[in-house]
């Protein structure tokens, strides 16, 4: 009798199991990790968000805090402590060789900002990454104690006030893992299978990755903002925008990023797909690393400035669809400085200053382009050849080298590239969120974001002191001034700020593009309408 | 009658007779004994015979019983091969069937049970039972896995079906998504065309441009001599450049670039004029010299715009390569994906054929094999290039799949552990039947010679002994029997003679003796009286004879007067008239004989005395003359009343007769009778008995057929019934006859008016004339309240003979 029922059971599962939605989505890459805590590009943002939550989130489509696993919270006055009300029920994901017993508690929450925060913590050194997202952001510093309260509360003490304390806590490395998985890998002896097989409390449960193939997700039953209309996730690693293209026209996938601006057109006018745009709140860039020669002279960073057609770039790679650039923040951002005078196209005086700074015989270099599509950066080998065809002009012998998007994520933050394309999409809407973490000197560190390596300390008292600003007019006025330091000392080329396109299939509902890059699948559905 | 032994005693014949006679056995015991030895010895047999075949019945039909067991055991295990082998929609059938033989073994087992008495049996049929038990049982978890592996293989079809379809469906996007590739690839080969006609163009330009500027400058640095020859070369170099702009303009506007081409076109002329200028030979270089640099700003403005368009289109020409790349790379990697979908396919079917083997063969080995090697087509469906639009379900898919291969590998297991299991009891179970079969047919062939033995020794014992016995009683019986028939011989010839000898015996001769002799004393005693009786029997016969005799003369006589006094009130009428008149004559006679006398007679007094005499003589004669009539009649009735006797005469007029003879008594009720009779029809009879008939018949009617008051009509109907036979039917419409009564009627003295002083004799009268005197038949209907109705049919003559005992019987 029993068998028979469970027969049956397996018959209703199988019969749902036929019917499964399966939403594929055509990502750009491979995720550089899993656990959100390793990551830094929206690329592995968008492939671990899924899988968790924080104790707070940004509303989707704006960068307003709301509440998330933490139901409530209070700050004190002097604004150094803050203390979290955790949501009950919520429950984490099971793995293949997990089941939790019990629902997210302070434990959790404790354990998942110690692992980053206390070198001594026994998760802290599993892995080899780091945590440099935490790092850049200067939590490090920041944050003086994290404690539990009780079961459902914790304190954390802060070094000092911090303006975008919350909206650090909304951004995916600190998502909340869960404590009890941990001390099972740990018991069991393989503590580093913490970052392999993700476990949180997000609407999808992690179903297996292969590198350059997928990242397989299935609906969370007990997600606590309920089950997802959709029964299957997949991200469908694709590079190459043509190909994604190719792959959304099939059906193959119904979601694809980054489609070639210069296909925008062409998707819009397909009956079967939709074009959806957001005005980027990114920055596209070439960064020049400031601790290597010859770009440790700013003639040299200011030469390479004026030697880049970037009206060029933006009209041949984005197809117009975008701004140049000229501060490293997108003029959407409050405190962009539009009193700064770019510097011109002007081969001539970029020669002249080359000549000066002691190099009329020209250099050689590396450029080193990203090797995947980018929402700021649409093709970095076409860029990168455009760039180079200018810098040449000056005399500077770029060679164009690339690898893979891990690795060259890796040797840029570990500061060995000397000319880098990169880029940054805002990730919490506070502008100290490029500033800081792109430019600052706690991001210069090698493994940081700081791919220029400049730290220039100047602009990082100003930045500094933005962060404790207790006004945002104040604030604005110091990063109006850190944005003239920044162009006077060029340690960028600020290229593009690109819009940033989607292409989907007209069966995908309740997808909303997000001014922070990051892809939101909570909610998604397909409906009936796809015809292929 | 009294006997003593005393008596007998001259005539016994010996002392030892008597003595033999006083020991002797009674007769009864001697039968007793001769029947009793055989019919002990047959009964003792029977009995031990019954039992015997009891027994023996009861083995053959354990015998019987065990040979079914066994059958329906095998029956059973027929239909459990044929439930295991057939297809599952066919199972029911074979179920059903199974359970068929097996509740009958059971069934059997149970009577057998019963029918056992040895202990061995007891434990065989026990042995039996349980592996019975066991083996429904069996069959009912064969049963409940059988299914369940049903299922989960019906399941299994339905998984690998599915996961046939994704890789269909897979394949069709695939095709569908080649066409794209296609369409992209020839897209991005006209780019990278338009982008090489473009960069060549452009080189070209570049170059021409170059040449040019060398060969300006060599114009203004050269002497007065060789500016001619310069100025020549400078003449080529604008030709070329006037070909390379003509050239890239053109590309451009065939791509569609026309704006482009313009800007060219315009620029490329400014620098043409310039370059012409310092051609001319009339110019001097020093104007050169004032204009700056050879080519100027226009110059520069072109190569600007020249390297812009070679920077652009040599990139583009190189993106575009990539993405051709690229999407060769994809479309080859999309094939080796659909290659791979169909592999999985293909291992698929594979592996559903294997297991549809497996299951079929019943190898829970090979279906554990099937597993092992589904084991790699589940990594291969995780770790190839499938379309992930389909890979998770097809995981989900191949999952469940091979978890329902994994239950019905232990399923399978199970079913065969299960068969093993039914087979050994099946096995127990025919062993069982086998052996108590055997057991049952010895123990009945052991009964059977058994019977045999003890009927032919009690057949034996019996007739041995039957026959010493039977011969003994017999001489014992039979001599005694002898004497005792001569004595009565003696006796019976003479009664009287006295006593028969031997009656002091005390076995059942003497009695019989001593009985004859009583009886004889009887038989005498009897006679005398019943002599005696006989005399006394008859003499009140005859007196109830007499008696009898007397009653019917009086009855008849009653009738005779009432026909008396019938006639006498008929005839008063007409001899009251008649005296009346002769009275009133007499007085005319006197008066006339007065007037005459006197002398004073008139005239008309003798006429009217005349008239008168003429008148009373008129009337004196009818009435007399009536009277005279009904006197004949009465006389002719009264004479055949009393004479009875038999003459022919005409029935209507007779009826006619008897009926006025009886119309005083039916006017003093009121009642009407009606007769028809055929005039002219002559009978030769007793009218006397037949006038007797109908006077009883309507004195019952009225006095029996009608209450006080009530008027009636009788009817009499007569009418020949042949040349022989004559039907009266006498019917009135009275209250009827009770059906109780309705035999009676013709008894004597029967009556139901013995109040109203009726004697019970009218109808027996009646009967018996009928019947007898008149020689014919009577027959009585009645319904109580419809009327009474009696048939009389007579013959038209009687015999004369025929009528006279019974009426002198009567009379």
Known sequence: MRRTILTVLLLVLGAHAAAAKTLVFCSEGNPEALNPQLVTTT??????????????????????????????????????????????????????????????????????????????????????????????????????????????????????????????????????????????????????????????????????????????YRAFDGYWRGRQPIDTLVFSITPNPAVRLIKLKAGECQLMVFPDPADAAAIAADPALVLMRQEGFNIGYLSLNTRMAPFDDVRVRRAVNMAIDKGLILETVYAGAGVVAKNPIPPTLWSYNDDIEPYPHDAEAARRLMVEAGYANGIDTELWYMPVSRPYNPNGKRVAELIAADLAMIGIRAELRTEGWQEYRIRLQSGS?????????????????????????TAARPGGNNVAKWCDRDYEALVSRAKVAPSRAEREELYRKAQVIFHDEAPWVPLAHSVVFLGARKAVTGFKMDALGRNIFEGVDLSDVDSR | MKASPGDGAPHGPSGRGRRRGRRGMRIGYKIFLVGGFPIAIAAAIAVAAVMLLGEADRARSGAILAGAIHRNVLTAVTERDRYVDSLPGERDMHSARFAVPTERAEKDLATLRDIASDGDDAAAIGEARQALVHYVMSMGQLETVTQQNDMLIAEMAGRASRLIELTDEARQRQHDSNADIVAALSQRDRQVRDARDLVEAGYALRSALSAAGVQAIAVLAGSEAARGEAGDGLNGSLRRLR?????????????????????????????????????????????????????????????????????????????????????????????????????????????????????????????????????????????????????????????????????????????????????????RMTAAARTLDQRFTESAEAIGRSIRTVLILGAAIGLVFGAGTAAIVARSIVSPLKRLQLGMLDLAGDPHRGRIEGSWKRDEL???ARATNVFVGEILRREHALRRSKDRADQALAELRRTQAELIQAEKLASLGQLVAGVAHEINTPLGIALTTSTVLDQEVSTFRQEASSGRLARASFDRFTARMEEGSRLLLANLRRAADLVHAFKQVAADQASGERRSFELSRWLEELLTSLGPMLRKGGHEVVAECPEGLEVETYPGALAQVLTNLVTNAITHGYGPGERGTITIRVRPLDGTTLRIVFADDGRGIPAENRRRVFDPFFTTGRGGGSTGLGLHIVYNLVTSTLNGRLDLESEPGHGTRFTIDLPLRVAEAVAEPAMEEIA
């Open chain 1, 417 to 441: 590239a000397p000319m880098a394309l990169f880029g940054w999409t805002g990730d919490n809407g506070d502008p100290d969120n490029f500033f800081d973490v792109l430019l600052g000197c």
């Open chain 2, 243 to 427: 070909y390379a702009v003509a050239g890239l303009s053109s590309v451009l506007r065939v791509q569609g670039k026309g704006e482009a081409a313009d800007e060219l076109e315009a620029m490329a002329a400014g620098f043409g004029d310039r370059l012409m200028a310092l051609a001319d030979p009339s110019s001097t270089p020093l104007d050169a010299l004032r204009a700056g640099e050879p080519g100027g700003d226009v110059e520069q403005a072109l190569t600007q715009w020249a390297e812009r368009l070679l920077k652009v289109y040599t990139t583009q020409y190189r993106a575009l390569h990539d993405e051709m790349a690229e999407l060769l790379t994809y479309s080859v990697k999309a094939h080796e994906t659909e290659q791979a979908t169909q592999n999985i396919a293909i291992a698929v079917l594979k592996l559903g054929d294997a297991a549809a083997g497996a299951f079929k063969s019943r190898s829970p080995e090979a279906s554990a094999a099937v597993l092992d090697e589904s084991r790699a087509v589940a990594d291969a469906i995780v770790g190839l290039p499938i379309s992930p639009l389909i890979q998770t379900d097809m995981i989900d898919a191949f999952e469940r799949w091979r978890e329902g291969l994994s239950t019905t590998t232990e399923g399978l297991r199970q079913q065969n552990a299960l068969i093993a299991g039914m087979d050994a009891a099946a096995e």
């Open chain 1, 43 to 216: 690329t592995g943002m968008n492939a671990a968000m899924p899988m968790f939550n924080n104790l707070v989130e940004f509303a989707p489509g704006s960068t307003e805090i709301r509440a998330a696993l933490a139901e409530s919270w209070t700050i004190s006055d002097d604004g150094r402590t803050y203390v979290f009300q955790l949501r009950p029920g919520v429950r984490f994901h099971p793995a293949p060789d997990f089941t939790p017993t019990r629902e997210m508690n302070a434990d959790d929450v404790v354990f998942s900002l110690m692992r980053q925060w206390d070198e001594s913590h026994p998760f802290h050194k599993v892995t080899v990454g780091g945590f440099d997202y935490f790092k850049d952001m200067g939590l490090l510093e920041l944050i003086e104690a994290i404690e539990k309260v009780d079961e459902r509360a914790v304190r954390i003490r802060l070094a000092r006030p911090e303006a975008p304390f919350l909206a650090n806590l909304a951004m995916p490395f600190n998502a909340i893992l869960s404590a009890e998985y941990a001390a099972t890998l740990a018991a069991r002896g393989e503590p580093e299978r913490l970052d392999a097989w993700p476990v949180g409390t997000g609407p999808f449960v992690f179903d297996g990755y292969q590198k350059d193939v997928t990242v397989r």
């Open chain 2, 510 to 512: 003497g009695d019989m």
